[in-house]
């Protein structure tokens, strides 16, 4: 028996072996909790559990975005109090995030924990909206997915993504539909996904289209424009057993303006009414908010207070792109706004100028790109002035490292 065909086997049996051990009997691990969430927490009341879609895991409906978390600790912590699927990708943190939980997840039982990562791969062209380079793509996602698993120090994650894409095309694109199925025959990812930030209707009913993807990560919050359409294609990936995790949840995190406002937890709680949405990734930062998510976790009753300030921030001026990708066509340079949006976004609502830095790097848009325009063409559907946003944003591409936050 050669090697690979070795490890696949033993990898294979793992999986199987893991996810049969689940399915029988709901998990069971002797250490500070297990995959269940069932730990000494229980006190505080049960977790709200959740199958995420046809899969073998089932989660609290609290889960960890860590990216934004360099702590840990904070990791630990929320491993501790019964949260169960971490999510990362390679691009976080210029790949620190993979490292950190790299470190930390050597101290775990593999059975202790659900893990997933995301990789886009290289040659996206913004004009067709699609990955056009086949040879590329499939080259380049493997490379980034060595990479990601190198840093983890694990032989497989829970579930392997299409990192930040939105369009039917770049879904369905052939090459990475077979790298991915590849890496997964491996045994290297029990499951896939797709993850998508904005345009969230049209890739969820691509990737349900594909019959490959298992798992769906979205953004969706209670300010969102079409968030109606966006539970539309839940139910129907509901049906076709297609798992769906929720990010973006408190819609853009502070307020352009003073004032009371929906707070993380309740606009989370909003998102998790949805029961078709299996669990929600907050990224949450400090040991505070982290309590605060698992109060959710136990409880999504809304009070009227939430319900009154969740009515009226409806109306409220927010950071937050709808993604509804009706600006697109409209700019002379074809800009991706919806991601320069993002970027904003994480600048001035969430305070995390080296995040928006990444992403405006990895745009690669030059701070005078609308300097050419004598006027925009650009009308946004929730009123941004698009131009004034990316002049300010992408000035962030010439602020020296030690200076981003
Ligand atoms: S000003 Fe900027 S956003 Fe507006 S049309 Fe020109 S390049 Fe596009
Ligand atoms: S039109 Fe406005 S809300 Fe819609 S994607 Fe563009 S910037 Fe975002």
Redesign the pocket.
Known sequence: MGEKTGRRKFLRRTVLGTAATVAATGMTWAGTGDRTGKDKEDKKGKLIMRRLGKTDIVIPIVSMGVMRADNPNLVKAALDKGIRLLDTAYVYQGGRNEEMLGKLLKDYPRNAYYIETKIKPDGYNKKKGDFTDGALVKRSYREKFNTSMKRLGIEYVDVLFLHAINSRAATQNKAVLEVMQEIKKEGRTRYLGVSTH?NEPEVIRAAIETGVYDVVLVAYNYRQ?HKDEIAKAFEEAAKAGVGVIAMKTMAGGKKPKEGPSVSAATALKWAMQNEHVATAIPGFTSFDQLDEDMTVARDLTLSSEEKQLLSLARHEETFY????????DQCRHELP??DL?RAYMYTYGYRETKKARDLLDELAVTPDICASCADCT?????G?A?ADKIRDVTRLREVPEEFLT
Request: proline share 5%; with cysteine.
């Open positions: 904005s424009n792109c709808d993604g509804c990708m009706q600006c697109l706004i919806p949006m650009v009308s946004c559907t929730k941004f698009v």
